[in-house]
């Protein structure tokens, strides 16, 4: 099912460019596999530097889980300060809307 959807929508910037530029909307594997691969490739290993990065984290959360069976976000907040992270509980449903608009209009650099 993913590679379905990596194929149709390319939801990588670098697959996509390739794939939509080059082959326009087409489902041939022939068009697409490589790329794909490279693409889940890549993306495994950002996942294992990302894991690897915070294991005591991740350790400390699953003791703290195994003992009590559940965990609410105050619990995981806690948790994540001992680790030296600040994370933010929002309440269910919260939306965040990223500022693209200063994005797409940086304010001038003043030499």
């Known amino acids: 099912m993913a590679i379905d959807y990596l194929r149709k929508y390319g939801f990588d910037e670098e697959f996509q460019i390739n794939y939509m530029m080059e082959y326009g909307y087409a489902m041939e594997k022939s068009a697409t596999d490589l790329d794909l691969e490279k693409m889940m490739t890549r993306l495994v290993s950002e996942t294992q530097e990302l894991l690897s990065s915070h294991r005591p984290l991740l350790q400390d959360l699953s003791l703290q889980l195994a003992a009590s069976g559940s ?21 269910e449903g919260y939306l965040q809307i990223p500022a ?12």
Request: charged share 30%; aromatic share 4%; no cysteine.
């Open 71 to 91: 965990l609410e976000a105050k619990e995981i907040q806690r948790v994540a300060a001992k680790h030296h992270l600040n994370i933010e509980v929002k309440e």
């Open 100 to 111: 693209y608009s200063e994005q797409l209009n940086p304010k001038p650099v003043v030499l």
